[in-house]
C-alpha cells in the first residue's frame, strides 16, 4: 500500500513529488505519480505548434531547478516537456505512464485508485490532474445545426488551417486575444463575448495584484464554490505583439449571438452572418470526474478547500486547483500538499 499517490505529472503534480521525496516518502514504496501522458510535460505537449516561448505568459520555476534561459521563438510543446522531463529524471521522481486514473473510492484505511492498468491501495492522495482533459464548449441553441467546423483551444494547432476563412472567436479570456492576433493575419474573425472586455492597462501584472487574485480565489473555494478564470478578477491585457492587431481593429468585440444556423450565427436583431468554423475559446474546467465517488462537490458545485486540502478529508489534497492553479500557485501548493501530509503520514519525521 501507498503512503501518496499523485495524479498527474504537470507543473503541480511534479512539485508535489519533489517535495514528498525530499521529506522523506520513499520513490516507488511510498509515493507513486500516475500520469495518463504518453511523456512528460503535462498539457504543455498538447499545446498548438505556433505557440511559442515568447507568446506563453511565463513558466515559474519548478523546486530545485529553474527553468533554462529561452530565445523566444522555441516552440512551447517542446521547450517546457523538455524542462519537465529533464527534472524527472534528475530528481529520480517515481511517474508511471501512460496511466488513465478512472475512478478513486474510499476502503477502509484509506482509498483504492482504480486505474486502465491496475488498482493502487494509498492511505493519502494528491490530485494534480489540472483541466486541459475538460475543454469548455457552452450550449447554444443551433449549435447541433452549424455546418462548419468548430474548435476548442484544446483542439486548435495553428492559423494556417483556418486560411482563407470567416473565423468567429469566442471568450472572453487571453486565450481569445492571442488566438485572435494569429488567425486575423490569415483569415477574417469576428470576436463575440458574453461581457464587454475590461482591459487592464497601467498596472503590470506583478506580486501585488497577484496577491489580490489569490485572494479573490481563495475566498470562492473556502465557501464550497466553483473557483472563477482569473481574467475574471485581473481583467485583460494587451502584450506588444497583439499591438499590431489592435491597430487593425480586430479587437472589436460584439455580443454574443441568439442562436447558430447551419452556416453561422443569428443576433438577436435577427443581423446574419455567414461562418466557416468556430473557435471557442471558452476555457476549461477542473478534471475530477474521477473524483466523484468520493462525494467531495458542494451543492454549488465547488469543492470546500482549506489551504490544499479538502474540508471533508485531510487526507485528499487539491494542487493546481482554485488559487494554485497558476504555475507559481502550483509549487507553492505542492510544497503545502507535502509538508501537511508528512505531518498526518510521517509524525516522527517533523
Known amino acids: 500500500m501507498q503512503q501518496v499517490v499523485v495524479i498527474g505529472a504537470g507543473q503541480a503534480g511534479l512539485s508535489a513529488a519533489y517535495h514528498l521525496v525530499r521529506m522523506g516518502f520513499t520513490p516507488y514504496d511510498e509515493v507513486v505519480v500516475l500520469d495518463r501522458n504518453p511523456e512528460p510535460g503535462g498539457a504543455w505537449q498538447h499545446r498548438w505548434d505556433s505557440l511559442t516561448m515568447h507568446d506563453v505568459h511565463g513558466i515559474a520555476n519548478l523546486p530545485g531547478v529553474p527553468v533554462p534561459a529561452s530565445a523566444g521563438p522555441e516552440r512551447a510543446n517542446v521547450f517546457v516537456p523538455s524542462y519537465f522531463a529533464s527534472y524527472e529524471k534528475r530528481f ?3 511517474v508511471v505512464r501512460p496511466v488513465a486514473v478512472e475512478s478513486v473510492q474510499r476502503v477502509d484505511g484509506g482509498f483504492e485508485v482504480l486505474t486502465d492498468q491496475s488498482t493502487y491501495r494509498t492511505a493519502a492522495l494528491v490530485n494534480a490532474t489540472g483541466t486541459w482533459n475538460r475543454p469548455f464548449i457552452p450550449w447554444y441553441p443551433g449549435i447541433e445545426a452549424f455546418q462548419g467546423l468548430q474548435l476548442h483551444t484544446a483542439d486548435y494547432r495553428g492559423a494556417a488551417e483556418l486560411a482563407g476563412q470567416q473565423v468567429l472567436v469566442v471568450g472572453g479570456g487571453a486565450s481569445a486575444v492571442q488566438l485572435l492576433a494569429e488567425v486575423s493575419e490569415v483569415a ?74 447551419a452556416d453561422g450565427p443569428t443576433w438577436p436583431d435577427g443581423h446574419h452572418q455567414h461562418i466557416d468554423t468556430i473557435l471557442w475559446a471558452t476555457g ?40 494554485s492553479a497558476s504555475t507559481i500557485g502550483a ?18 519525521t517533523t
Not at 189 to 205: A, H, I, K
Open 284 to 323: 476549461f474546467r477542473a478534471d475530477l470526474a474521477h473524483l466523484a465517488p468520493l462525494h467531495l462537490r458542494e451543492p454549488s458545485g465547488g469543492i470546500r478547500m482549506q489551504g490544499t486540502q479538502t474540508t471533508a478529508d485531510p487526507h485528499i489534497h487539491l494542487v493546481g486547483y482554485g488559487p
Open 92 to 94: 529520480g521522481l517515481p
Open 188 to 261: 477574417t474573425t469576428t470576436w463575440v463575448t458574453r461581457r464587454p472586455p475590461e482591459w487592464r492597462t497601467g498596472e503590470e501584472f506583478g506580486p501585488e495584484l497577484g496577491r489580490q487574485v489569490v485572494a479573490k480565489v481563495e475566498e470562492r473555494v473556502r465557501a464550497g464554490l466553483p473557483p472563477r478564470s482569473v481574467v475574471s478578477v485581473t481583467g485583460l491585457h494587451l502584450r506588444p505583439q497583439e499591438q499590431p492587431a489592435w491597430d487593425r481593429g480586430v479587437y472589436t468585440r460584439h455580443p454574443m449571438f441568439d442562436h447558430l444556423t
Open 331 to 348: 509549487n507553492r501548493a505542492g510544497f503545502t500538499a507535502a509538508r501537511t501530509l508528512r505531518t498526518l503520514l510521517k509524525p516522527q
